[in-house]
Nanobody
């Protein structure tokens, strides 16, 4: 499977972006899908995960601001990011079945 993330960009603090991650093949609803991010000089961190039938999980730093969702028919997972902060600036990656997608840059200006 291949994963392609998109939707990143430059946004002012307080703004919103929606990231998409499209899979080249069907991913079972029972499989986890993840969003990670890596800021300059920092380790990659888990932002959110989703598996059908279970509540999504979020990093404490994004709870209440980010929403992960998936559309199995479209083989796509989304990350809706609201109330963005400069510290959300990072390259965002999706991951599933042990495969990493190419990242998409998110830059939040103050």
């Amino acid at each position: 499977v291949q994963l392609q993330a998109s939707g990143g960009g430059l946004v002012q603090a307080g703004g919103s972006l929606r990231l998409s991650c499209a899979a080249s093949e069907t991913i079972l609803s029972s499989d986890h899908m993840y969003w990670y991010r890596q800021a300059p000089g920092k380790q990659r961190e888990l932002v959110a995960s989703i598996r059908s039938g279970r509540d999504p999980n979020y990093a404490d730093s994004v709870k209440g601001r980010f929403i992960i969702s998936r559309d199995n028919a479209k083989k796509t997972v989304y990350l809706e990011m609201n109330s963005l902060k400069p510290e959300d600036t990072a390259i965002y990656y999706c991951r599933s079945l042990g495969v990493w997608g190419r990242g998409t840059q998110v830059t939040v200006s103050s």
